[in-house]
């Protein structure tokens, strides 16, 4: 029990001397004394501490001058000791903190590229199985271009035959190169093509008269003109999203009205334009004039039109109303060759007054889209459509 009293008495003097080598407190401000602490353990001997402190600033200034913060450590006998920096496994540990959490953060910032990239956080294989299943497969380089809003793709394919168009820094001449925009550099008359492709659009407009359907810039009234309000607002509801370049699925003459399709989508466009696609298309036609029996024959045995012989699926005179003088045919044809209904009514001694379009194979036009106006179409439109997204 001495022996331990011993022990204690000296480890606490050896503290002592210690920290009389050592100053709490900055040598430019004041020093308060708070007096003697008395300090004995299991010693007949008593140790005192003179512990200075400086008192508290009202304004504190920032002082540039290092405050030591004594370590009592243990060395490598067991015996403690008091030194000036922190001892070497407490810096080891801080180091280790600080590359785990780099390494965290790194890792979390990884994955939040993943999840906006839309990619799977699996194995290889997952990802491999992901990109050849789910990923977009690499296009023709005009296909590419048109789809980014940069050009019509005939006027595409004229831009890489005139060499403005690089591809991972070569000049690409040829239009059916696969390409992918999220991989590859894709630069048109120096500026970079983004790697985000535009969504695809699937609009139906109940075109007014006298608007043509031509995406030519110098065409005043087209139909194209009728989207600008729709593009102005497209970063607002689509941030992050190149504008669509969108056109017109077919053509109305400039006196015709009603449903027309507009889209962005090339194959969604060529699938409904091709004859095999075999869409019925149902117009209203206002007569001038009194149709008869002899009238309705004439246009259901048809007419040739470039050639070829055209007839119609069906004719049919509608019963008047009281707020529509004229007579009106319903006429739904397949084939949509140019002018075909009107050079139908007019091989049958008849004159239009107004004709409208108000059926594309499944789909009909909203009765109370107005004039001018266009409406988004939806899975279900675009399947009526014969469209398999």
Not at 92 to 121: F, H, N, Q, W, Y
Not at 281 to 305: F, M, P, R
């Amino acid at each position: 029990m001495a022996a331990a009293g011993t022990t204690a008495a000296a480890a606490v003097a050896a503290a002592s001397l210690a920290f009389s080598s050592f100053h709490l407190s900055r040598p430019s401000l004041a020093r308060r004394h708070f007096g003697t602490i008395r300090s004995s353990i299991s010693s007949p001997s008593t140790t005192e501490f003179n512990i200075s402190f400086a008192p508290k600033s009202k304004n504190p200034k920032p002082q540039s001058e290092t405050l030591l913060i004594p370590w009592i450590v243990r060395d490598a006998n067991g015996n403690l000791k008091l030194q000036s920096t922190p001892p070497a496994r407490y810096l080891e540990d801080i180091a280790k903190a600080k590359v785990l959490t780099a390494k965290k953060k790194k890792k979390k910032e990884e994955s939040a590229a993943r999840a906006a990239a839309g990619e799977p956080k699996h194995s290889k294989a997952a990802r491999r199985f992901y990109n050849e299943n789910f990923r977009d497969p690499p296009q023709r380089l005009s296909k590419v271009l048109a789809a980014a809003g940069v050009a019509s793709r005939r006027s595409s394919e004229e831009l890489i035959f005139e060499g403005r168009v690089t591809v991972n820094g070569s000049v690409c001449n040829t239009p059916q190169t696969r390409v992918d925009p999220a991989r590859d550099m894709i630069y048109v008359n120096g500026n970079r093509l983004p790697k985000k492709l535009p969504p695809k659009v699937y609009l139906a407009l109940n075109k007014p008269k006298g608007y043509i359907c031509s995406s030519g810039e110098k065409e005043s009234k087209s139909v194209l003109c009728l989207f600008d309000d729709y593009l102005k607002n497209w970063n607002k509801q689509n941030p992050g999203l190149p504008k669509p370049r969108i056109f017109t699925v077919g053509r109305l003459d400039v006196a015709t009205t009603g449903l027309i399709i507009v889209t962005n989508d090339g194959d969604f466009a060529q699938k409904l334009s091709h004859p095999s696609s075999n869409l019925s298309k149902e117009y209203i036609a206002t007569i001038d004039g009194v149709v008869n029996k002899q009238h309705l024959i004439a246009i259901s045995e048809g007419t040739v039109i470039d050639g070829v012989h055209c007839s119609p699926d069906s004719v049919e005179l509608l019963p008047p109303q009281p707020a529509i003088l004229k007579p009106r045919l319903r006429i739904v044809v397949h084939e949509g060759r140019n002018h075909e209904v009107r050079e139908l009514v007019k091989n049958a001694g008849l004159q239009i007054h107004a004709l409208k379009r108000v059926r594309i194979g499944g789909f009909r036009l909203p009765s109370d889209l107005g004039h001018g106006k266009h409406v988004e179409l939806r899975q279900g439109d675009l399947k009526a459509l014969g469209w398999k997204s």
